[in-house]
């Protein structure tokens, strides 16, 4: 009598395993992130889900939301760490190219000018956290330390802010 076969369909005989991969054109409607945020709204998507719309498609065997994840992942899952990537870290990741790697940065750069234009807009400093909001906005994700003065007037308003240090230096 014949032994029956236990191994999984999706198991090879080598050790090798098949993924049964669905390419996102033919996903439901409504499990594409692009679509999802439409219904549902940002907030109802991964960050994952997010960047992989900011990447557009994918690359052969690995769809954009993979390439999302991978690149999330070598980040240790931390938009911290992901922020503070440059272009040509991001080249190293497979699917990212130099376009892609540069809508990521410009990404980054857009979120940063909206953060400090928020900030700037503070007209009295009136605690220690305001100049730190403050701060953070202009040089928190900087990869190098910069040393700053604020000067402000005896009613508490932004005088000057002076960058008294060259990146390096310090």
């Known amino acids: 009598m014949k032994k029956a076969n236990t191994t999984p369909d999706f198991a090879m005989e080598n050790g090798e395993h098949y993924e049964n991969r669905i390419p996102m054109r033919l996903w439901a409607e409504d499990d594409l992130p692009s679509e999802k945020l439409l219904m549902k709204g940002s907030g109802s998507l991964s960050d994952a889900e997010l960047l992989s719309i900011i990447i557009g498609s994918g690359i052969s065997g690995e769809n954009s939301l993979e390439i999302a994840r991978n690149l999330l992942s070598r ?96």
């Open 75 to 170: 980040c240790g899952n931390s938009l911290c760490e992901f922020w503070k990537i440059s272009v040509s870290d991001l080249q190293k990741i497979k699917g990212i190219g130099q376009k892609r790697a540069v809508k990521i940065y410009a990404m980054f750069a857009l979120a940063r000018r909206r953060n400090e234009s928020e900030v700037i807009l503070k007209d009295k400093i009136s605690r220690s956290t305001d100049a730190f909001e403050i701060f953070k906005s202009l040089i928190g994700d900087l990869p190098y330390e910069e040393f700053w003065i604020l000067m402000l007037s005896l009613s508490k308003h932004c005088g000057v802010m002076l960058d008294v240090a060259v990146p390096g230096l310090i």
